[in-house]
Every structure is written in structure tokens, then in C-alpha cells.
């Protein structure tokens, strides 16, 4: 399987009125041909800052990306005219948002904005393009098509619209697709549903996905490998399976052991991680994480880890402690 | 006073809503936000009531308010029935009751600082008249639910999320309720905020003999904080029983595509997890489906379904489903 993105040292910045804030900082991840990645994390961590980078999206004068790069089949999407940028997005690289209405256009036809994409980056007729927009939404499985295509975003419910939303990023045969929370806004059968649509999807037409979520449960069942951020960085990565069952930061531990499971017993108390998310504008020398983190020595006060591998299998670290975290697990494990 | 009698009883609970036909027309119709809802909760319980956008969950806590009046049925709290008083009557009695909102942000007043916040419901019902004696109040409320007296000066915009609520249930607390309905209070937080609210809450319930109302979607915190739990579906209440029966040993079939639908978040089990994806979409409550209301998706339907509406009755001691086939 080849590489089909390569993010190197990405660094976007957001200039607030509390002063410089570093959404992404210096942060690496790839994504192969086909395969399904995640970016984890909580809210104001910088995964969804990382996607808009990717897109050049990200809103100037305020947002800006000052370092890095971001290689797509080979070729920096930093250093591409805006023109030559405009001929990836939607073609090449297809995004999915979290809330479908406010993404689609309220008084075009689902018909018309589906068709548009295709009659710009295809280059095909009017009538090959309403065509294909039909089979498009029969394959997100919208019944009825025909009738579908005259109506408006209003006229559909929360699911339809995000099936719409899939449906529009197929459109071009992208070879990747870009999902930021796509089904965090839905319920939780109609949740199963478009999930279950897009690993199908994603297998069926060889489409490499990003996911975007905070939700672990998600990624578990449909993500290949899994990236954890926390406050602009990664703190540590693995395969899904590997990162599971043997997490080695402790910020994936403490999300890991934070939300009560339906698959375990009952506990009789819950084990949050304590502390609040830091301010990206006072973020000190030392770990981000140490404030909040059970497992903090001396040294993380003043010294940044950086990602190291553990064991094999690409897994990796940003903790000094990661090699002991197993021991030190076990031993928290008894104590409670 | 009567110790074993509930502390609040709803009994066949019905709230329609008139819809269309106004100024820019539309067909006049009635939506039937909750269709015969009963149940009751006990002094220092906890119900979860669970079910998905639109199932009626938090009309039937706003109805339980009085904050929308019920179209039909009786909302009993300390042997009282509130859907007989007035304004002036029910004024005293919303004071034992009180709501947590799931976003913290849109129910504080943006002006006010977390001090005022606090102190406006102590003002407001003449609980605490001298203002040194409410700052005083306002400091002992911060500190239960672990924010610090500084706090006080603060305004919303300057606190995080998790911080938010807190300050939202210290307002709940101030007035001492017997009942707090909470509608997703944890929904619109991070993960690692949630645990920590949840955790609070029930130290809340302990310290203050607290009765909990919880409304939510998320099947899993609901197993955590609940000792019963209602499942509601297009406005009915589909299943009712304890925490333990419901999650062990479901009887309705929507129950069980819940359950199902919930993400575990471990790889392996999850490749060998059997999914019950529910085909469609929760009908509208304009037009709600003859029969049993969850036929249209139901995954075990019988032609019987169409045709009759089941009765929430008692299948196992203390647990009651409305499905014929259960």
C-alpha cells in the first residue's frame, strides 16, 4: 500500500485577541492508498484546524499555516496555485462536515448541487451529470432518486441530508475524503447507519478516509490507524487494535478509562481525567499534558516530549514515562 | 409525610402541538409530542429517560416544569397535582424543582457575572435577602460544586465548558430542590469533562438526597447514573424498568437496536460485535405509523403490528415493554 498523504510538520496559527495560538504545531501524520485514519481528540485540540490545513481552508488574516508540508500523491499542496488548489478540492480531496445543513446551499435543488461539482470538474453535460447524480444517490441509498433530485436540503431529515453530503463528496471518484465528525450531530441508529455506509463505501470504491472525532467508540470499529491530539500536537499514534489494548500516553489511557462502557460492568465511580483543557496562548516548555496527568515526573514541567517509537508496528509516544506507563497502569489497575 | 409515596407521579401525560395553517400556510396539523406517558420517580432516584431527537424526552420534562402545559393528564409532585394550579400557586413549588440544560453557555446570561448567577435565584425567591449573607451562600455553593470563590467575578465567556456546568448546577442547587431535571447535561462536553460532571452529580445526590430526572441520548452514561430507566420512541414510553433488567435483559425490540448501536470502543470486540442497524428513519410525530408506532423499522414485526397498538404492560416483575411479541 502506498502513501497517499503525508502531512510533515504542519504548523497553522490563529492570532486572538488572548495572542498567538498554535491550533497545529508541528504536526505529522499519513494516510495510505485505501486506508481509513483518525485524528482523536477534544475540542480546541487542532484536529479539525489539521483537515482545513489540508484544504488550504483555513480563513486569512487571522488563520494562517506557517510551516510545513502536506504531500499529496507526492506533490506539496502548500506550494500549489490557488488555481491548481481549486482542481484537487472536491475532485481530489473531498470533505464531509459535521452539520450537513449549514454546509448545503438551502435554495439550490439537491439535484443542481450535486450536478454542479460534476459539471465543473468532469467537464460532462448537463443531462450525463443529473444521470449521475441519480446513481449517486441510489449508491448513498436515497430511494427514489428521481423525486429526490427537484427537492431542497430542508425537505430532508438529519440523515438523508448527511447520506446527501456523502453522496456529493463521491461524486468525482476522489481518492480521499476528508470526514469531520460526520455523524456527531445525528442520533444514535441513524449514526449506525451512515457509518456503516461509509466503511462500505470506503472498501467498496478504494476511497482512503480521514475521520475526524472525539468519540474513541467510533474509531474503534472503523478506523485502520488512530492519531491522538492534545492541545496542537500528537501525543501518540498506532493501529486501532494496538492502540486499544496497549495505550501509552496517558491522555489516551485517561480518555480510554473516563467513559463508562456498556460492554463492562458497571463502575461504581467514574474516572475522569481531572483538570481542564489548557490555554493554547500560556502553554509553558513542558508537556501540555502534565497538569492534568497522573503519571507526571519532574521532567515534564520543563521538557516537551517528542514521539518515540514503542515496540513495533508503528506505534508511538510523546511521554518520557510511555516505556513504565504498562507497570504503572498495573499497579493504579490494583490500587483501585 | 409519606416516605414510600413517589415524589413525582405522571400520570397519562399527553402534549399535542398545534402546527401549520398559519400565515404562510401549510396543512394544519397536530404533532403528538408525548402520546400517554406515566411514570414515577421516587425520593432520592434516579430515572434516565432515553431516546432519540424528537421521541418527546424533553417536552415530557419541560410538561413535568409546567414550563408547556399538558394537554391531557395529571403531573403529581409531593402529592400534589400541578396541572390544576396557578401562576401564584405553582410559583413555590418551581422552586423545588429545578433544570440543568445541556448547553451550558446559551442558559447563563452572558451580562451576569457567575456571583449574580448564583445569587439571582437567592434574591429572586426570597431565600437569602441580605446580600452578604447570599455572597456568603454564592462562596458555599462554588465550593460544592468544586469551583473556587474567585470564581464569583467571572463571566461565562471566561470559563470553559465543564466550568459552565458547574456554574449551572451551583444556580440549580441554590434554591435546595427535591427534584432537578437534567436534559443532556453532559452531551455538549468533552469526554474527559463528562466523567467528571457525572461524578459530581451523584456526589450532589448523596450529600443532598437529590432526585434525579435524567434525560439523554447516550445509552451508556445513562447505565451509569440511572436506577431505573424510561426508553421513549415517537412519543411513548416503549420500555420501563431497572438499570439492571433494561441492560441485561432487554425486552423491546428498539431497545435492543440501541444497545446495539452504541460503538464500544475496542477494536477486537468490535470485529466480532453483530450490529442490528435499523433500516429508516424515526417517522414524524405529525403523522405518526398505525399500530404499534416503531413498526416501520422494526426488525421483527408481524402483520398483528400494523394493525394494534401495544400496551406498555408488566412481561417480568417490574418490567414493562410495549410489544406484543415480548
Same mark, same amino acid.
Given at each position: 500500500?502506498?502513501v497517499?498523504?503525508e %502531512?510533515?510538520?504542519?504548523?497553522?496559527?490563529?492570532?486572538?485577541?488572548?495572542g498567538?495560538?498554535?491550533?497545529?504545531?508541528?504536526?505529522?501524520?499519513?494516510?495510505?492508498?485505501?486506508?481509513?485514519?483518525?485524528?482523536?481528540?477534544?475540542?480546541?485540540?487542532?484536529?479539525?484546524?489539521?483537515?482545513?490545513?489540508?484544504m488550504?481552508?483555513?480563513?486569512?488574516?487571522?488563520?494562517?499555516?506557517?510551516?510545513?508540508?502536506?504531500?499529496?500523491?507526492?506533490?506539496?499542496?502548500?506550494?500549489?496555485?490557488?488555481?491548481?488548489?481549486?482542481?484537487?478540492?472536491?475532485?481530489?480531496?473531498?470533505?464531509?462536515?459535521?452539520?450537513?445543513?449549514?454546509?448545503?446551499?438551502? %435554495?439550490?435543488?439537491?439535484?443542481?448541487?450535486?450536478t454542479?461539482?460534476?459539471?465543473?470538474h468532469?467537464?460532462?453535460?448537463?443531462?450525463?451529470?443529473?444521470?449521475?447524480?441519480?446513481?449517486?444517490?441510489?449508491?448513498?441509498?436515497?430511494?427514489?432518486?428521481?423525486?429526490?433530485?427537484?427537492?431542497?436540503?430542508?425537505?430532508?431529515?438529519?440523515?438523508?441530508?448527511?447520506r446527501?453530503?456523502?453522496?456529493?463528496?463521491?461524486?468525482?471518484?476522489?481518492?480521499?475524503?476528508?470526514?469531520?465528525?460526520?455523524?456527531?450531530?445525528?442520533?444514535?441508529?441513524?449514526?449506525?447507519?451512515?457509518?456503516?455506509?461509509m466503511?462500505?463505501l470506503?472498501?467498496?470504491?478504494?476511497?482512503?478516509?480521514?475521520?475526524?472525532?472525539?468519540?474513541l467508540?467510533?474509531?474503534?470499529?472503523?478506523?485502520?490507524?488512530?492519531? %491522538?491530539?492534545?492541545?496542537?500536537?500528537?501525543?501518540?499514534?498506532?493501529t486501532?487494535?494496538?492502540?486499544?489494548?496497549?495505550?501509552?500516553?496517558?491522555?489516551?489511557?485517561?480518555?480510554?478509562r473516563?467513559?463508562?462502557?456498556?460492554?463492562?460492568?458497571?463502575?461504581?465511580?467514574?474516572?475522569?481525567?481531572?483538570?481542564?483543557?489548557?490555554?493554547?496562548?500560556?502553554?509553558?516548555?513542558?508537556?501540555?499534558?502534565?497538569?492534568?496527568?497522573?503519571?507526571?515526573v519532574?521532567?515534564?514541567?520543563?521538557?516537551?516530549?517528542?514521539l518515540?517509537?514503542?515496540?513495533?508496528g508503528g506505534?508511538?509516544?510523546?511521554?518520557?514515562?510511555?516505556?513504565?506507563?504498562?507497570?504503572?497502569?498495573?499497579?493504579?489497575?490494583?490500587?483501585? | 409525610?409519606?416516605?414510600?409515596?413517589?415524589?413525582?407521579?405522571?400520570?397519562?401525560?399527553?402534549?399535542?402541538?398545534?402546527?401549520? &395553517?398559519?400565515?404562510?400556510?401549510?396543512?394544519?396539523g397536530?404533532?403528538?409530542a408525548?402520546?400517554?406517558?406515566?411514570?414515577?420517580?421516587?425520593r &432520592?432516584?434516579?430515572?434516565g429517560l432515553v431516546?432519540?431527537?424528537?421521541?418527546?424526552?424533553?417536552?415530557?420534562?419541560?410538561?413535568?416544569?409546567?414550563?408547556?402545559r399538558?394537554?391531557?393528564?395529571?403531573?403529581?409532585?409531593?402529592?400534589?397535582?400541578?396541572?390544576?394550579?396557578?401562576?401564584?400557586?405553582?410559583?413555590?413549588?418551581?422552586r423545588?424543582?429545578?433544570v440543568?440544560f445541556?448547553?451550558?453557555?446559551?442558559?447563563l446570561?452572558?451580562?451576569?457575572?457567575?456571583?449574580q448567577i448564583?445569587?439571582e435565584?437567592?434574591?429572586?425567591?426570597?431565600?437569602?435577602?441580605?446580600?452578604?449573607?447570599?455572597a456568603?451562600?454564592?462562596?458555599?455553593?462554588l465550593?460544592?460544586?468544586?469551583?473556587?470563590?474567585?470564581?464569583?467575578?467571572?463571566?461565562?465567556?471566561?470559563?470553559s465548558?465543564g466550568?459552565?456546568?458547574?456554574?449551572?448546577?451551583?444556580?440549580a442547587?441554590a434554591?435546595?430542590?427535591?427534584?432537578?431535571?437534567?436534559?443532556?447535561?453532559?452531551?455538549?462536553?468533552?469526554?474527559?469533562?463528562?466523567?467528571?460532571?457525572?461524578?459530581?452529580?451523584e456526589?450532589l445526590?448523596?450529600?443532598?438526597?437529590?432526585?434525579?430526572?435524567?434525560?439523554?441520548?447516550?445509552?451508556?452514561?445513562?447505565r451509569?447514573?440511572?436506577?431505573?430507566?424510561?426508553?421513549?420512541?415517537?412519543?411513548?414510553?416503549?420500555?420501563?424498568?431497572?438499570?439492571?433488567s433494561?441492560?441485561?435483559?432487554p425486552?423491546?425490540?428498539?431497545?435492543?437496536?440501541?444497545?446495539?448501536?452504541?460503538?464500544?470502543?475496542?477494536p477486537?470486540?468490535?470485529?466480532?460485535?453483530?450490529?442490528?442497524?435499523?433500516?429508516?428513519?424515526?417517522?414524524?410525530?405529525?403523522?405518526?405509523?398505525?399500530?404499534?408506532?416503531?413498526?416501520?423499522?422494526?426488525?421483527?414485526?408481524?402483520?398483528?403490528c400494523? &394493525?394494534?397498538?401495544?400496551?406498555?404492560?408488566?412481561?417480568r416483575?417490574?418490567?414493562?415493554a410495549?410489544?406484543?411479541?415480548?
Amino acid at each position: 500500500m502506498g502513501v497517499l498523504l503525508e %502531512v510533515e510538520n504542519l504548523t497553522t496559527e490563529f492570532v486572538t485577541r488572548g495572542g498567538v495560538v498554535r491550533a497545529a504545531d508541528g504536526v505529522s501524520w499519513d494516510v495510505g492508498e485505501g486506508e481509513t485514519v483518525a485524528l482523536v481528540g477534544e475540542s480546541g485540540c487542532g484536529k479539525s484546524v489539521s483537515a482545513l490545513s489540508i484544504m488550504r481552508l483555513v480563513a486569512p488574516p487571522a488563520g494562517r499555516i506557517v510551516g510545513g508540508r502536506v504531500l499529496f500523491k507526492g506533490r506539496d499542496l502548500l506550494a500549489l496555485s490557488d488555481e491548481a488548489m481549486r482542481q484537487i478540492r472536491g475532485r481530489e480531496i473531498a470533505m464531509i462536515f459535521q452539520e450537513p445543513m449549514t454546509s448545503l446551499n438551502p %435554495v439550490l435543488s439537491i439535484g443542481r448541487q450535486l450536478t454542479e461539482g460534476l459539471e465543473i470538474h468532469l467537464g460532462i453535460t448537463p443531462r450525463e451529470a443529473r444521470q449521475r447524480a441519480g446513481e449517486l444517490l441510489a449508491m448513498v441509498g436515497i430511494p427514489d432518486s428521481e423525486r429526490r433530485l427537484g427537492q431542497y436540503p430542508h425537505q430532508f431529515s438529519g440523515g438523508m441530508r448527511q447520506r446527501m453530503m456523502i453522496a456529493m463528496a463521491l461524486a468525482c471518484n476522489p481518492s480521499l475524503i476528508l470526514a469531520d465528525e460526520p455523524t456527531t450531530a445525528l442520533d444514535v441508529t441513524i449514526q449506525a447507519q451512515i457509518l456503516e455506509l461509509m466503511k462500505d463505501l470506503s472498501r467498496r470504491l478504494a476511497v482512503a478516509m480521514l475521520i475526524i472525532t472525539h468519540n474513541l467508540g467510533v474509531v474503534a470499529r472503523y478506523a485502520d490507524r488512530v492519531n %491522538v491530539m492534545y492541545a496542537g500536537r500528537i501525543v501518540e499514534r498506532g493501529t486501532a487494535r494496538e492502540l486499544y489494548a496497549n495505550p501509552r500516553h496517558p491522555y489516551t489511557l485517561g480518555l480510554l478509562r473516563s467513559v463508562p462502557r456498556l460492554d463492562e460492568p458497571r463502575r461504581a465511580r467514574l474516572d475522569p481525567i481531572e483538570g481542564q483543557p489548557p490555554d493554547l496562548t500560556r502553554l509553558g516548555a513542558g508537556c501540555a499534558f502534565a497538569p492534568r496527568c497522573a503519571f507526571q515526573v519532574a521532567r515534564c514541567a520543563v521538557e516537551r516530549p517528542r514521539l518515540v517509537p514503542i515496540g513495533g508496528g508503528g506505534h508511538v509516544s510523546a511521554c518520557w514515562e510511555a516505556a513504565n506507563l504498562d507497570r504503572a497502569v498495573a499497579r493504579s489497575g490494583a490500587a483501585t | 409525610m409519606n416516605h414510600d409515596a413517589p415524589l413525582l407521579e405522571v400520570r397519562n401525560l399527553v402534549k399535542h402541538f398545534h402546527v401549520g &395553517g398559519g400565515l404562510f400556510g401549510g396543512r394544519a396539523g397536530v404533532v403528538r409530542a408525548v402520546d400517554d406517558v406515566s411514570f414515577s420517580i421516587r425520593r &432520592g432516584e434516579t430515572l434516565g429517560l432515553v431516546g432519540e431527537s424528537g421521541c418527546g424526552k424533553t417536552t415530557t420534562g419541560r410538561c413535568i416544569l409546567q414550563l408547556e402545559r399538558p394537554t391531557r393528564g395529571q403531573i403529581v409532585f409531593e402529592g400534589r397535582d400541578l396541572t390544576t394550579l396557578g401562576e401564584d400557586e405553582l410559583r413555590p413549588v418551581r422552586r423545588k424543582m429545578q433544570v440543568i440544560f445541556q448547553d451550558p453557555y446559551s442558559s447563563l446570561n452572558p451580562r451576569m457575572t457567575v456571583g449574580q448567577i448564583i445569587a439571582e435565584p437567592l434574591a429572586v425567591h426570597g431565600i437569602v435577602p441580605d446580600p452578604a449573607q447570599r455572597a456568603a451562600r454564592v462562596r458555599e455553593l462554588l465550593g460544592h460544586v468544586g469551583l473556587l470563590p474567585q470564581h464569583a467575578r467571572r463571566y461565562p465567556h471566561q470559563l470553559s465548558g465543564g466550568q459552565r456546568q458547574r456554574v449551572g448546577i451551583a444556580r440549580a442547587l441554590a434554591v435546595e430542590p427535591a427534584l432537578i431535571i437534567c436534559d443532556e447535561p453532559v452531551s455538549a462536553l468533552d469526554v474527559s469533562i463528562q466523567a467528571q460532571i457525572i461524578n459530581l452529580l451523584e456526589d450532589l445526590q448523596a450529600q443532598f438526597g437529590l432526585t434525579y430526572l435524567f434525560v439523554a441520548h447516550d445509552l451508556s452514561v445513562v447505565r451509569h447514573i440511572s436506577d431505573r430507566v424510561a426508553v421513549m420512541y415517537l412519543g411513548k414510553i416503549v420500555e420501563i424498568t431497572d438499570r439492571k433488567s433494561l441492560y441485561d435483559a432487554p425486552l423491546h425490540p428498539y431497545t435492543k437496536a440501541l444497545l446495539s448501536a452504541v460503538p464500544i470502543p475496542d477494536p477486537a470486540l468490535e470485529a466480532q460485535r453483530e450490529r442490528v442497524v435499523l433500516g429508516g428513519e424515526v417517522p414524524s410525530a405529525l403523522n405518526p405509523p398505525s399500530g404499534c408506532v416503531f413498526h416501520p423499522r422494526c426488525p421483527i414485526a408481524v402483520d398483528r403490528c400494523r &394493525g394494534e397498538v401495544p400496551e406498555l404492560r408488566e412481561i417480568r416483575p417490574g418490567h414493562r415493554a410495549a410489544c406484543i411479541l415480548a
